[in-house]
């Protein structure tokens, strides 16, 4: 929840990013590791018993002709592990998992005005493919941009 918090501060209105509770968040991941397929991964980052970062990845939710285009759907760190690696090798254990379900291009959306977590997937090889869409949450809403990567 942190994390989230700490990700979106500045992207959306403080009244927006404090109105989501920890129970709620709670509650969406427990039915979507309920429903979850096989193509679904999720993994976490812990240290010394504590989640550090987490990330879930699966088919994309976006329509699309494409055959096996995989969807980031959420990476998260904690803000005092901004800058340790986690992130690196969350994003690294997704991407594997997803090639090795066989998947051959990933796609992510990244708010607009993000500017950190835009460099970090460029930095990782992600691309802006020039599709955008409209992020609206509690009311509020922001510009997000599609990035995508190939699989080696």
């Known amino acids: ?17 404090d109105s989501v509770s920890v129970e709620e968040r709670e509650a969406s991941w427990q039915e979507r590791l309920k429903g979850a397929s096989s193509q679904q991964t999720v993994l976490v980052a812990d240290g010394d018993g504590a989640v550090l970062g987490f990330a879930s990845a699966g088919p994309t939710h976006d329509t699309s002709n494409e055959a096996r285009v ?14 340790t690696g ?12 997803l090639r090795d379900g066989g998947f051959r291009t990933v796609t992510l959306w990244v708010v607009e005005g993000n500017d950190r977590a835009r460099r970090f997937y460029e930095r990782q090889g992600f691309r802006p493919d020039g599709l955008t869409k409209t992020a609206r949450m509690s009311g509020a809403q922001a510009i997000e941009v599609r990035y995508r990567m190939s699989l080696p």
């Open 86 to 97: 986690i992130g690196g090798a969350l994003l690294n254990g997704t991407l594997s998992k």
């Open 1 to 17: 929840m942190r994390s989230w918090q700490f990700g979106h501060q500045r992207l959306f209105p403080r009244t927006v990013v």
């Open 70 to 83: 995989a969807e980031v759907y959420e990476l998260f760190v904690l803000p005092e592990a901004i800058g």
